[in-house]
């Protein structure tokens, strides 16, 4: 990845900076061998903070801008336009200052209202809880109380709903409203405080008659760190550290599931997915001081400002205008998310680690990615001076964000920060999202934002993978797409595929991207691309005792698939217990609803692998078709030892 864009005020500067420095003090930049040392050398010409004029900017917040967008949210509440209420009122509420605390409750009362038509009872309850908080005036408290009742009969919680009738009184004797209103709602209150005692009688008998109903199993949660026990870490001089498995690995084994050790959403996807975990928000907990970034709960809110966003707020609009890429975002975040004293603590046996040290720790331990291959020996000093300029930027926000308490620890963090800018170029990896276009039954997998995985970057390429990854947030999860034998290292792919790209400038790329030479076993054989397989078919026995020719992989609900035959209509089962998806649409819907990509893949792989009669598959184009058939048609070489080319049903 490059250090930054070409139009942001970054490389203009950088530019600038290089012309105005001469040979002589170039080539004593050039001879100097350490982070540290450059980066005093650069930070030292110029103040960036002076010639840039950076400044903290808060100019998402605004009262006005807040009023007009409650408006539009207001308007379209009385149309009864619900989710575009809550969009308006998600905006007005980013946009709102922090110390409008009570405007801020008014907006988190009418977004709850506009929740509770959505029959979103779970999150209008929080609102509530949020403009309660926040003051909410007591005048109209009576308002939210009634919500929260009428939120818990929707939720069926007779005993919380009559709880909250019963608040709803007293907080009748604050408001003012007309006598005649007040008793309006008095006597509504007061009709379901008689009724629900009643209801909920009855359904205390009636619950003492049934058996009880086993709780849903709850899904279980991400694992922090899982890795498949087959899984260790192999070295050779020219290929440095590699995964390799000391079992034989079945297809979809899932191989590894990784937390981060920093991620960091893209620009576009910062108001529509939470900065802390990465989940997708529809209904936004906000940072009180900037409206560039949204979290899906208190929990990472708090976790956010009270680490890395303390120091960033205020600075992602400068660092978006920089042009700067996603990877030095990352290289900052390493570290706003510690201490100045935590890198001070560890700086005395950074330079000294070894793997069986570091193998051991969590992923959050900065000494687990400090020694990731960075190719510094092969920099030119050129590379170098830029980096280490964005280094000096990446630090203004540090200082300028307060994270110095000692002014001595900057030249050593700025090192660091140039360090990080070395490894994440090679170490990092792009996190997607599995997105469904609009009208179309396709989903297709976008890229969301960077993260870096201290044992997934460990993995080296192979233009013949053996695993895929997809997320789940910002978790990556690592699933084998075909068998690999004991003793095999298991390849990641780092971009080109046999399939799609010819060798020379597969080769090309990853020399100059990864500074390698591939010699994986795509590459040494030299495999044709699939537009150069030829098109044998064969047939496959479909139940109802014919051949047919045309034949369908179907997704199931259940992550599992059955084949379909285009030809008589016949339905194979090919795993116990599967439900019958019927038609092209709704395998679709599923397909891209309810697994993520990487599981519909290897599944598909699997069955593929398991059905070694079969030789042409109409491979539905549910999602990217290249990673599809090249998955396939690996299955189909470890049986065949042919090439044989799939059909993609359009
Ligand atoms: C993400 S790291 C992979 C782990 C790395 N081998 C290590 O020792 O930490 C990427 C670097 O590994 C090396 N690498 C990756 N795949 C390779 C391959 N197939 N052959 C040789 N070197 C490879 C390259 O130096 C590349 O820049």
Not at 201 to 225: C, D, N, Q, T
Not at 349 to 365: A, I, R
Request: net charge neutral; with cysteine.
């Amino acid at each position: 990845m490059e250090t930054a864009k070409k139009d942001g005020f970054f490389q203009k500067y950088c530019e600038s900076l290089r012309k105005s420095i001469t040979q002589n003090e170039f080539n004593d930049f050039a001879q100097l061998d350490s982070g540290e040392k450059r980066f005093s050398f650069i930070n030292g010409l110029k103040s960036i903070v002076t010639e840039l004029k950076l400044a903290r900017e808060f100019n998402g917040k605004s009262l006005e801008r807040s009023l007009d967008l409650k408006n539009l949210g207001n308007k379209s509440f009385q149309k009864e336009s619900w989710n575009e209420a809550l969009a308006y009122y998600n905006l007005c509420y980013m946009a709102t200052p922090e110390s409008n605390e009570s405007e801020k409750a008014i907006i988190l009362a009418n977004r709850s209202a506009a929740l509770y038509h959505m029959e979103k009872y779970d999150l209008a309850l929080k609102d509530i809880q949020r403009a309660i908080r926040l003051q909410y005036p007591k005048e109209l408290m009576y308002k939210l109380t009634e919500r929260k009742a009428r939120c818990y009969l929707g939720k069926k919680d007779h005993v919380k709903a009559l709880e909250c009738f019963k608040e709803t009184l007293p907080a009748l004797d604050n408001c003012k409203l007309p006598l005649e209103r007040r008793q309006k709602l008095e006597r509504d209150a007061q009709i379901m405080i008689n009724l629900l005692p009643k209801n909920i009688e009855a359904e205390k008998k009636l619950a003492k008659g049934r058996k009880p109903v086993p709780a849903e199993p709850k899904k279980p949660a991400v694992p922090e760190f899982y890795t498949e026990k087959g899984l260790y870490f192999d070295y050779s001089s020219e290929e440095g550290r590699f995964a390799k498995t000391n079992v034989d690995l079945k297809p979809n084994t899932i191989v590894l599931v990784e937390k981060p050790h920093v991620s960091v959403l893209l620009e576009e996807y910062s108001k529509t997915h939470c900065s802390t975990c990465f989940k997708r928000v529809s209904v936004p907990v906000c940072c009180p001081k900037c409206s560039d970034v949204v979290f899906c709960s208190e929990d990472c809110e708090s976790s956010a400002n009270s680490g890395y966003h303390k120091y960033e707020c205020g600075f992602l609009p400068i660092f978006w205008k920089s042009g700067a890429s996603i990877t030095c975002h990352m290289a900052l975040r390493i570290i706003t998310q510690q201490s100045e004293e935590y890198f001070l603590q560890l700086r005395p046996e950074l330079d000294g680690l070894t793997s069986e040290q570091t193998d051991k720790l969590k992923h959050d331990d900065y000494r687990k990615i400090y020694k990731l291959v960075t190719h510094e020996e092969t920099r030119s000093a050129e590379d170098f001076f830029q980096r280490t300029l964005m280094a000096t930027l990446l630090n203004a926000c540090l200082t300028l964000g307060g994270f110095y308490k000692t002014k001595e620890a900057e030249s050593f963090i700025g090192g660091l920060l140039l360090h990080n800018l070395q490894l994440l170029q090679f170490n990092a990896h792009e996190i997607s999202e599995l997105q469904r276009e609009d009208d179309r039954d396709v989903g297709k997998s976008v890229f969301i934002g960077g993260g870096l995985y201290p044992t997934l970057a460990l993995f080296n390429h192979s233009c013949e993978p053996g695993v895929t990854r997809y997320y789940k947030g910002n978790s990556v999860c690592v699933r084998s797409v075909r068998s690999i034998a004991a003793g095999s290292m298991i390849g990641e792919n780092y971009g080109p595929l046999f399939t799609q790209t010819p060798r020379d400038e597969r080769r090309a790329t990853l020399l100059n991207q990864y500074r390698f030479s591939c010699n994986c076993r795509a590459c040494s054989e030299n495999w044709p691309l699939f537009s150069e397989m030829d098109d044998t078919v064969l047939r496959f026995k479909c139940d109802g005792g014919k051949i047919c020719s045309n034949v369908l992989l179907i997704p199931s609900e259940i992550n599992e698939f059955m084949i379909k035959c285009t030809d008589c209509g016949e339905h194979t089962n090919i795993m116990k217990g599967l439900k019958l998806v019927q038609d092209t649409e709704t395998m679709f819907k599923l397909a891209t609803k309810m697994h993520s990509a990487g599981e519909i893949e290897a599944a598909l792989y699997k069955y593929v692998e398991e059905m070694n009669t079969l030789d042409e598959v109409l491979v539905p184009p549910y999602r990217d078709y290249h990673l599809c058939q090249q998955g396939l048609r690996s299955c189909m070489l470890e049986y065949g030892n042919r090439y044989v080319k799939f059909v993609t049903k359009k």
